[in-house]
């Protein structure tokens, strides 16, 4: 935490080793609490990225991000308090100071941006904030940074005792991408799942900016909701902020597990949803289509009408199951996560070799690929190289002899033999003799 621009999320991507927070020379640019969860040889940290303390928002926020503020400072075991060591200490510095030392919370003091003589000198400054002497990193050139990390380990371990260890996140954690157009009600249902205030929610379009990582349980089955910004039209983003937001939403995408991919119920299929839904297909990631704000549509639609207008409007996700949900109060949302724990399991599904081999040899009997140029493709050896997404590798004759259209059917009787109903499987054409990986 600190006062804006002291480059908080700079050294929150560092210390986590991942591009998640949005680095930007705009005050205000980290909005919500970003968290991510670090694992080390110690056990696992919940590192929060929060916005600066004392900004006056573009879009009038200010109370909101003052409430998330509040709320990391609240539950949060130790602090890394982040000051500009090449502007030096500002009155805003020292009013952020004094709100840390009243919360009784052991204080890690970091000077960040030290790059020279005159950062040094004003980076031992920060001994008048009574925190002990701070720690003197770059967290743009990654110098000091490791260290940094070690001590907050080393000061983690201390809180919880010698006799504990930190928890461990379970390997079969399931991590959800939140994803949809502008407004649709991500956060909304973010909040719902969580049941606090976590991410903010406001008419104001563009509130999330970040892809914020949300851990969470239900029912035993331990989740991360990944909050995205909403995905809109390249034409339309209008400054940087606004580029990288759409970034961390694609690369949201590619870490997840399952996508959530909200659609309002109460508006028609547009070009965006569209975009997205065959991002998601693109990728191969198993995706639940969610229809948000149904209390407000069911009078004026069936879901059995709507099922029926999704596969006309979205042929390619004939696979993906829907959901018809509230986020504000919750309808149907336990069932949605149950569902999004079943597909993240279908998709670390491992199938035998001679299992997969009688499956596509039944499929090619029942038909096969269309002759190109006097040749028909054939299939020598099948086999299962990967999960999430569950990847089958084919060693053929030549893979330029199968067409998109067979390849559609082949994936459609491997979904329905294999036990993978519900999500994506990547297929992998590969001429036999090839020293390739098979794309694991």
Known sequence: MGRP???????????????VAIEDPTAGVTRDRV?????????????????????????????????????????????????????????????????????????????NKVE?????????????????????????????????????VRRAVEIVGDDAQ???????????????????????LVNNLVGEDRVIVSDVPGTTRDAIDVPFSLNGRRFVAIDTAGIRKRSTVSDSVEFYSQARAERAIRRADVALLMLDATREVGRIDRQIAGLVTELSVPCIIVLTKWDLAKDGARTGDYEKYLDETLPFMGVAPRTFISGLDGTNVP??????????????????????????????????????????????????????????LFFVNDPDLFDDSWKRF????????????EIPVKLVFQRRGDSKDGGR
């Open 5 to 19: 621009n002291v480059g908080k999320s700079t050294l929150f991507n560092v210390l986590v080793r991942s591009r």
């Open 35 to 111: 968290s991510f969860v670090l694992d080390t040889e110690a056990g696992s940290i919940e590192v929060v990225d929060t916005g600066g303390i004392g900004l006056v928002d573009e879009a009038l926020l200010k109370a909101e991000i003052d409430e998330q503020i509040a709320t990391a400072l609240a539950v949060a075991d130790l602090i890394v308090f982040v000051f500009d060591a090449k502007l030096g200490i500002s009155p805003l510095d020292k009013q952020v100071a004094r709100r840390v030392r009243r919360l009784g919370v052991p204080v890690i003091p970091v000077a």
């Open 116 to 152: 020279g003589v005159r950062d040094e000198a004003n980076a031992t400054e920060g001994a008048v904030f009574g925190m002990g002497d701070p720690w003197e990193v770059s967290a743009r050139e990654a110098v000091g940074v490791a260290d940094l990390r070690d001590e907050i």
């Open 166 to 188: 930190l928890p461990m996140m379970p390997s079969d954690i399931v991590r959800l991408a939140i994803i949809g157009r502008m407004n649709v009600g991500k956060s909304t």
């Open 335 to 392: 069932e949605t996560l149950a569902l999004a724990a079943e597909l993240h399991d279908q998709g670390g599904r491992r199938v035998g070799t001679g299992e997969v081999n009688r499956v596509v040899k039944r499929a090619y009997e029942k038909r096969r690929p269309r002759p190109q140029h006097g040749q028909i493709g054939k299939i020598k050896y099948s086999s299962q190289v990967g999960t999430y997404p569950p990847t089958i």
């Open 410 to 421: 082949l994936m459609g009787e491997l979904q329905e033999q294999l036990g993978f109903e």
